[in-house]
């Protein structure tokens, strides 16, 4: 089966640029993430979905940064105004069921350079 | 707040050269720790999920083992492709499911 599928790959935005990228989780599963990789470190927790239902937005860094997944399958992340700290690697995951040690599974990512 | 560190930083071994990776954690409580690797240019792998001290879970070359305080991941006689980040995270208790992870530890095996 597909695992986690991520676009675009590579974004390369202006300063200033909004950008979207989007998130197809494995299908059936219900919980998804997101998550942010600056280089050298690991992973960091930015948002977390059940079905449609945004549970925990804690680590968005700022108001610039929005989630969605409408209909419970399909996420998008959309940055405003980019700045050049927003360079990273935007990870997605998703899980099949909430609860204990449901073991995530990773895209391969979203490489953003703010130029 | 909750935090993981890994160590070392970086670890360089010969083909065949067991040796063990660190993850050491504080947190409000336990949920369970998970094990990634990371190859360049890819999304963490899942390896395995560790719920209590005193389990040890296995695949392969690798062996993971969990106390209340840590957990090692023990590579038996490696192979150049086990070179990858290892990352380890937490999962916690009221965290919703978000894992914390920690900075990874770079494996490069040499044949």
């Known amino acids: 089966g597909a695992g986690v599928s991520q676009s675009p790959r590579y974004k390369v935005a202006k300063r200033g640029q909004d950008v979207a990228l989007r998130c197809d989780p494995i299908?059936?599963?219900?919980?998804l993430f997101w998550y942010q990789q600056a280089l050298g470190q690991g992973p960091e927790f930015l948002t977390y979905f059940q079905n449609e239902a945004q549970l925990d937005k804690s680590g968005l860094p700022s108001d610039r940064f929005f989630a969605e997944r409408p209909e419970g399958s399909v996420s998008t992340l959309k940055i405003q105004r980019t700045q050049q700290e927003d360079s990273a690697v935007y990870l997605c995951a998703s899980s099949r069921i909430p609860g204990q040690g449901s073991e995530q599974y990773f895209g391969p990512g979203t490489r953003l350079t703010v130029t | 707040e909750d935090q993981v560190t890994q160590s070392p930083e970086a670890l360089r071994l010969q083909e065949g050269e067991s040796s063990s990776l660190n993850c050491s954690y504080t947190v409000s409580g336990l949920r369970g720790l998970f094990w990634y690797r990371q190859d360049p240019g890819k999304g963490p792998e899942f390896l395995f999920t560790?719920?209590?001290a005193g389990e040890e879970k296995e695949k392969e070359r690798l062996k993971a083992t969990l106390t209340k305080k840590e957990s090692f991941l023990h590579i038996t006689a490696p192979k150049p492709e086990d070179s990858a980040t290892y990352l380890c995270?937490?999962?916690?208790?009221?965290?919703?499911?978000?894992?914390?992870f920690g900075t990874g530890t770079r494996l490069l095996v040499s044949p």
């Open positions: 995270a937490v999962q916690t208790v009221g965290g919703f499911q978000k894992l914390v």
């Open positions: 560790l719920y209590s």
């Open positions: 299908s059936g599963h219900v919980s």
